[in-house]
């Protein structure tokens, strides 16, 4: 089961994922807010999502 600000973070990301510029600003809060086992489970979770939106792939390398 997702923890809450991980399920919001999500909520959020899925969002403004319309906005590659806001989606990219919503990881980089989203990497300071989240415990670590959180970030290991959006950074799954960005790579699942932005498989099919080729406009957000620029956000992963803040996770890389």
């Not at 590659?20 to 699942?48: M, N, R, S």
Request: glycine share 2%; aromatic share 14%.
């Amino acid at each position: 089961m997702p923890t809450p600000m991980f399920g919001y973070t999500k909520t959020v990301l899925e969002n403004v994922s319309f906005d590659p510029t806001l989606f990219c600003k919503e990881v980089e809060k989203a990497l300071k807010l989240l415990l670590p086992y959180e970030l290991e489970q959006l950074v799954d979770w960005l790579y699942k999502f932005t498989k099919s939106k080729p406009e957000l792939q620029a956000c992963l390398a803040y996770v890389e």
